[in-house]
């Protein structure tokens, strides 16, 4: 669980391999800790690359490295450099009062039936008003990329103070068996200032929103490959029957398909071939493909190890819950029409 997790088959550099190392070494220690995950934003921000820069792969090992040591980790970790990307996509660094650089950074832009949050100009600034869903550790971070409806059809992203007295975020209703400590519930806004993040739409329209998704997916890949480590151990540790072997093989054939095909889109996304409706396209195939192969593997796992691992060893059994809930971001049977209809209206017989 402490080895770093590479995507292409060319030799990395001594100097990176030894970076992610210490990073997984430092990661497997978290243990489902969100304090001791805070403690690795610093490190993994210094190491991460901006998405789309030229050096994509390395982003995506670097999550995926965190997803195989400890999926808390990885949850912590992953919006904080997205939204760091975000940021600099939208040509700023680290908005807002002096001293936010070197803050803890969430991402907030999911919506919920009956919850609205709203954004409205004055005074030559924003404020922020509603209730958003979906808003993880919004009491443990500093600050946040949150989005806001500032019209009919249209939202706009904002970067906000998590510790203005307006922020209220919502406790007790966070009932997962995965993710345990990695609180995800609503927050209620009250006439917050916030600072405009791009335009309006352009959260959802600029090209790095499909690269986050596929960042994502790398970190449901090395969560995977934790499983799947698991079960290589338990081969070697007593002489493998045919079905072991077996199991063994077909979790072999899932990974080596998600992580070619992490390494493809890593390779499109600096080749410029990954940018507006090409992206998006490209990460609803990425995230179906990575999704299916993590889910095939806890399967196979789960057949090849039987009860013990997850009765018996913490470790064993947090990382299935945690992958298992980490998983929901992908909405599964809905992604796939959403796709489809991608595919139809793109034109042309891609296969």
């Known amino acids: 669980m402490r080895r770093p997790v590479l995507l292409d088959s060319d030799a990395p550099s001594a ?15 978290v243990e489902g800790s969100v304090d001791a995950a805070l403690g690795l934003l610093a490190p993994a921000e210094t190491l991460a690359p901006l998405p789309g820069t030229g050096t994509t792969m390395r982003l995506w090992e670097l999550l995926a490295t965190l997803g195989a040591a400890d999926l808390t980790a990885a949850r912590v970790v992953e919006p904080h450099l997205d939204a760091l990307a975000i940021l600099a996509q939208a040509g700023l660094d680290h908005p807002g009062s002096a ?14 039936s009956g919850l609205r949050l709203d954004a409205r100009a004055e005074g030559g600034g ?27 059809g249209t939202r706009r992203a904002f970067a906000v103070d998590l510790r203005h007295a307006g922020v209220r975020p919502g406790r007790g209703t966070w009932a997962s068996r995965g993710l345990t400590a990695v609180d995800s519930t609503a927050v209620e806004f009250t006439d917050v200032p916030a600072v405009p993040v791009g335009g309006d739409n352009w959260y959802l329209q600029r090209s790095g929103f499909a ?33 072991a072997l077996m199991l063994l093989g077909q979790t072999d054939t899932a990974l080596h398909g998600a992580r070619r095909v992490l390494a493809a889109a890593a390779a499109d996304v600096d080749a410029g071939r990954a940018d507006g409706p090409d992206g998006a396209l490209l990460a609803g195939q990425v995230r179906a493909v990575v999704a299916d192969a993590a889910e095939q593997v806890l399967r196979l796992a789960g057949h090849g190890l039987g009860p013990g691992p997850l009765t018996g060893e913490e470790e064993y059994a947090r990382r299935v819950a945690d992958l298992q809930v980490y998983l929901r971001q992908h909405h599964a049977e809905r992604d796939s029409a959403a796709l489809g209809r991608a595919l139809l209206t793109a034109g042309g017989e891609p296969w």
Do not use: M
């Open 99 to 112: 001293g936010s650089a070197g803050a803890s950074w969430g991402v907030y832009a999911a919506e919920g």
């Open 126 to 152: 924003w404020r922020l008003a509603g209730t958003k869903p979906w808003c993880s550790l919004a009491a443990e971070l500093d600050r946040a990329v949150v989005t806001a409806h500032t019209g009919p």
């Open 15 to 29: 100097a990176w391999l030894d970076a992610l190392a210490d990073l997984a070494r430092r990661t497997a220690a």
């Open 211 to 243: 690269w986050g998704g596929i960042g994502v997916a790398a970190v449901w890949f090395g969560g995977a490959v934790g499983v799947a480590r698991r079960l290589a151990a338990a081969a070697r540790n007593r002489e493998p029957d045919q079905i």
